[in-house]
């Protein structure tokens, strides 16, 4: 199915708001509590056990990004994804599933094979390995790099703006919840077929350095959770994530280091709720413990 025919028929199937395309997205009518945001450690998140149906993020990758409080290291990169791997797992429900977005390597601090080291991390945590899907985002970080000596094999630099989205589970991969499903038709056949393509989101001089494109997290929580599911990202930035998953009635979840993001977030999901305040991390201890599982796939 063609992107075309997938926004006709998306139009056709049910109401919503309008997508960076203009074709209508379906939003999901079911509306959770607001989302939880605060401050927190990505290694060491005030969550239970087992809690967490889908986590969708995109952690630092040691590109000296101009965070609020500094980007990772290149040398410490590995190890803080060995760690925040691990207790994404702790907090991640059996069969729950985890969607990690990272590049295909990077240049900053030596050349990275990110993608490969990324994998690696997250199979040493605990986590099983199920696909990765291949995002062409259209720009690249990576674009004011030389490609090299000019017409000369000594030392050509070739540059690759797709990104990667690597699928893994907690244990089998099945659903973590007995909720309904909401993905239509025109959804699942194209989600199931990459490489995705669509924009990145530009950089806002008064925004997050790093924005998630909305489109990113709607369709990885369209494919890989149901309605009522809870939604993380322990690197919620702007508050894409968060925001999304709500709109699509999934219980959302966001943390991060600066509590300027928790508040960039919070007024982002405020535009969304007329101005009801999202919960604070206070309500932390209310998320539901583990659901009984389904064999429904």
């Excluded at 926004?7 to 607001?34: C, F, N, Y």
């Excluded at 990324?118 to 990765?132: E, F, K, M, P, V």
Aim: aromatic letters at 8%; one cysteine or more.
């Amino acid at each position: 199915m063609s992107e075309r025919d997938f926004h006709h028929q998306a139009d056709t199937e049910q109401p919503g708001t309008k997508s960076r395309s203009g074709a209508l997205r379906p939003w999901t009518r079911r509306i959770q509590p607001a989302p939880i945001l605060a401050v927190a450690d990505a290694r060491a998140l005030p969550l239970t056990d087992a809690c967490v149906d889908l986590t969708v993020t995109s952690p630092p990758y040691a590109l000296d990004i101009e965070y609020i409080g500094g980007d990772i290291q290149a040398e410490t990169w590995p190890a803080f994804m060995a760690e925040w791997l691990a207790e994404s797992f702790r907090v991640t429900k059996p069969h729950g599933r985890l969607a990690l977005n990272v590049p295909l390597d990077t240049s900053r601090g030596g050349k990275r094979p990110t993608y490969v080291q990324a994998c690696q991390a997250a199979l040493d945590a605990g986590w099983s390995y199920q696909a990765t899907i291949t995002w062409h985002e259209g720009h690249t970080s990576k674009g004011d790099r030389s490609l090299g000596t000019v017409n000369s094999s000594r030392r050509p630099h070739p540059i690759d703006s797709s990104e990667m989205i690597v699928l893994l589970s907690k244990g089998a991969w099945g659903p973590s919840s007995a909720h309904p499903d909401d993905i239509t038709p025109a959804e699942w056949q194209l989600y199931g077929r990459g490489p995705w393509r669509f924009s990145g989101e530009p950089r806002r001089p008064d925004g997050h350095p790093a924005p998630f494109p909305e489109e990113l997290p709607y369709r990885l929580i369209r494919y890989l959770s149901r309605v009522g599911d809870v939604i993380c990202d322990p690197f919620v930035g702007s508050g894409t994530t968060t925001t999304v998953a709500h709109r699509l009635g999934r219980r959302a979840i966001g943390f991060d280091l600066a509590p300027t993001y928790i508040e960039m977030s919070r007024r982002r999901v405020i535009g969304t709720e007329e101005g009801k305040p999202p919960r604070t991390a206070s309500s932390i201890d209310k998320l539901p413990h583990n659901d009984s599982t389904s064999g429904r796939r």
